[in-house]
Every structure is written in structure tokens, then in C-alpha cells.
């Protein structure tokens, strides 16, 4: 079967230093990613070199500011690079997303001797964040999470379980929401917790489907005392923190969806075009060829729909629905292509020896993550059709 490499995607880019970047992606990821992930991944390995070699890099913190370490890339180009990222391995594209949205409210929503005191560590001193919404009984229905947070003079304590968190147990900090006053979304407040913190703990990370190398875990709270000074954004103010960062993430599972899925679409074309069956590649046959295209189709728009709402964001201007948009089909995409991948390649691609099945795997929980894609619908519909009327009794 001859070895049909695949061709890099042909990218539209706003400067050349957004190309060199791609460049710099592109070859971390084809040297140090790709051809360790197969193996890294059975063996539930983390590969916390790589995200130092991203810090080193300049690739950890791409669209905050240079002033704290950060990159000054508008949206749509550091997107791009996480898109190269999580197809050599999701493991590391999801990753760096989620390090990203850790420090959204810091960067966004923190003093600015807040942000000269930890951003520059966070962005590119080799540290790895953590982002602790979700809580066991609290997944969709975020604004009911039980965390509290109480004030003891100038510090609080933090007790509760956060659920489902990525880098939970490693990660050097946690951007953290938790009740400081009443029920409901306008009680809770976000903290920066470091992940040395006494009474802060990581439980044994969950046996999942996929993405075996990223630790997915709880993570405890027992009396966790934090200064004041870590509290970012006023208080009651994390809900609306929270919200503002996921918009933000969305777009970031989207690009990884869109890897994942150009990754599935390469080593779909590759074996059709070189396995043979009734004296010709499987690539001629109409049915497979159909298939291919599809693929391809929904993955370039998937590309153009996250890239779209960048944009908007870029512009300063409202992307919420666009990026629930982007998410949702993006992440649909992702799990169709990967599905089609391995029925591409038959009895092969239900093995181990081919990538596809992990990647059919790995697809599964980018529709779950960061808001469900039934969360998608319900904001997108509020969008065009307002909220939905709630009845009593």
C-alpha cells in the first residue's frame, strides 16, 4: 500500500508572523506530537513535556497579551493552531484549549496587579491551568453549583467537589467558581486557586472512552483558604465570568473537532487511494468516493463556520450563537467523519493498528464537553427565538 502523506491545509492568514506560527505548529506537531500519540494514548500517558515545549514556544498563551507573556494573536490564528495541534493529537490540542480558558478571567476580568503578578507564569513561565465549573450534581445546570466560598477576614475558604475537570490533580492552578452568596447565577465568584493550595486534591482520574493521556478527574476542596487578591472580578460576578470564557472555549473544542476530523479525512484518503480490491484502488468506487467528498465538504465548513465567529470576536462584536453554531456542527462533524473513517478502511479500522478508531473515540466527548451540543441548540434557539417561557404548577 504506498504511503500517501497528507497535504497541509491551505489556510487563509492575516500576516506572515500567523503563517510562521502555523509553521512552528505544524513541525511540533510532526516531530514531537504525532508519532508518540498513538502509544502515549494506550498507555493513558500525559505529555507534560509537550505543553513545556508549547510554553517555550510561544504557543500557550497566543491570544492574550504580549505585555504578560502572551502572543497578541487575534482569535482566528490561534485557533488555527490548536486545529494542527489536535490533529497530530487531541490529547494536546484539547489541552491547550482548556489552558486557555483557564486564563480567561484573569486576563480578562483580573486587577492589573493581578495580572502582572500571575499572567506572565501562566502564559509562558511553563505552568498548566485547570477550569473548575462543572460539579457532580451540577453538569448543563451550571449556576446551581454548591462550592462555597466563605470570608474569613481577608481570605476565603473554599470547600466542594468540582467534576470532569481536565488537568485535574496536575494542573499549577485552577480558575475556580464557587457560591460566595445567594442561589442561582448571581451568588457564585471566581477564584485563582494555585494547585499546591493545602486541602486541594485530585481524585484517581476517570477510566474514559478516549483521550486516555488527558486526566479527567474531581477535584476536592477541603477548606481551602485563598487571599482576597484571588478573587477576580467582583463578587458575584463569576457566573457572567464563567459564561464569557465559555463562549470563548466553544470556539476552541470547535477547532479541535475540525483537527480530529482532518486527521480522520487524511488517513481515510490515504488508505482508499492505496488499498486495492477488484484489481483497482478502493478510492475509484463511487460509494467511497462520496464518502470522501462529504467528509471533506462538512469539514471545510466547519472550518469556515468557528473561523467566521473569530472573527466576530476578533471585531469586538457579539459571537455567542456563532460560536454554539461552530460547536455544535463542528463537533458533529468531527464524530460523522471519524465514524466514516473507519468504515472506509473495514475490518482495518476497527484495529488499533490504524488511528481511526481512536479518533471515533476521542470524537465522542468533543459533543459532550464545554456545554452539550442539546446546550448548543437551546442557546442558539434563544438567540433567534428569545427565552423559553418557563410554566409553574
Given amino acids: 500500500m504506498p504511503d500517501r502523506a497528507p497535504q497541509p491545509v491551505d489556510r487563509q492568514l492575516p ?3 500567523a503563517r510562521d506560527l502555523i509553521s512552528l505548529a505544524r513541525d511540533i506537531a510532526q516531530r514531537e506530537i504525532a508519532p508518540r500519540a ?7 500517558h500525559f505529555p507534560r513535556e509537550i505543553f513545556t515545549l508549547l510554553s517555550r514556544s510561544g504557543l500557550l498563551g497566543l491570544p492574550y497579551d504580549s505585555e504578560y507573556g502572551g502572543g497578541d494573536q487575534p ?3 490561534y485557533l488555527q493552531v490548536l486545529e494542527e495541534l489536535a490533529a497530530a493529537r487531541l490529547t494536546v490540542g484539547l489541552g491547550v484549549s482548556v489552558h486557555s480558558l483557564s486564563c480567561h478571567a484573569l486576563a480578562n476580568y483580573g486587577t492589573k496587579q493581578q495580572q502582572v503578578e500571575h499572567l506572565p507564569a501562566m502564559l509562558g513561565g511553563g505552568l498548566l491551568g485547570a477550569y473548575c ?4 450534581s451540577s453538569g448543563s445546570d451550571a449556576a446551581s453549583l454548591r462550592t462555597k466560598a ?9 470547600d466542594g467537589t468540582k467534576a470532569w475537570i481536565t488537568h485535574g490533580g496536575i494542573a499549577d492552578f485552577y480558575t475556580v467558581m464557587a457560591r460566595t452568596g445567594e442561589e442561582g447565577a ?4 471566581a477564584f ?10 485530585g481524585a484517581a482520574p476517570e477510566k474514559k472512552m478516549g483521550m486516555k493521556g488527558s486526566p479527567t478527574a474531581q477535584v476536592h476542596f477541603d477548606g481551602v483558604r485563598v487571599p482576597d487578591e484571588r478573587r477576580l472580578g467582583e463578587e458575584g460576578q463569576g457566573f457572567a465570568i464563567a459564561l464569557s470564557a465559555l463562549d470563548s472555549g466553544r470556539l476552541g473544542i470547535a477547532a479541535c473537532a475540525i483537527g480530529l476530523a482532518q486527521a480522520a479525512l487524511d488517513e481515510a484518503v490515504a488508505y482508499a487511494s492505496g488499498r486495492q480490491q477488484f484489481g483497482r484502488p478502493i478510492s475509484d468506487f463511487q460509494g467511497l468516493r462520496f464518502m470522501l467528498a462529504d467528509m471533506a465538504t462538512q469539514i471545510e465548513a466547519g472550518r469556515a463556520l468557528y473561523l467566521a465567529a473569530a472573527r466576530l470576536r ?3 462584536r457579539p459571537f455567542a450563537k456563532q460560536a454554539a453554531m461552530a460547536k455544535l456542527h463542528c463537533t458533529d462533524t468531527a464524530m460523522k467523519a471519524t465514524i466514516d473513517a473507519v468504515q472506509i478502511l473495514g475490518g482495518y479500522g476497527y484495529t488499533a493498528d490504524f488511528p481511526v478508531e481512536r479518533y471515533m473515540r476521542e470524537a465522542k466527548v468533543l459533543q459532550i464537553v464545554e456545554g452539550t451540543n442539546q446546550i448548543q441548540r437551546m442557546v442558539i434557539a434563544r438567540h433567534l427565538a428569545g427565552p423559553e417561557a418557563h410554566r409553574t404548577g
Avoid at 498513538?38 to 493513558?44: L, N, V, Y
Avoid at 466563605?150 to 473554599?158: A, C, K, Y
Avoid at 485563582?192 to 486534591?201: K, R
Fill in 133 to 136: 465549573l462543572s460539579e457532580p
Fill in 150 to 158: 466563605v470570608r474569613d477576614g481577608e481570605d476565603w475558604v473554599i
Fill in 38 to 44: 498513538a502509544e502515549e494514548e494506550d498507555a493513558g
Fill in 314 to 316: 476578533d471585531a469586538g
Fill in 192 to 201: 485563582l486557586v494555585p494547585g499546591d493550595a493545602a486541602g486541594l486534591s
Fill in 15 to 17: 500576516t506572515d508572523e
Fill in 75 to 77: 482569535y482566528e490564528v
Fill in 186 to 189: 448571581r451568588g457564585i465568584s
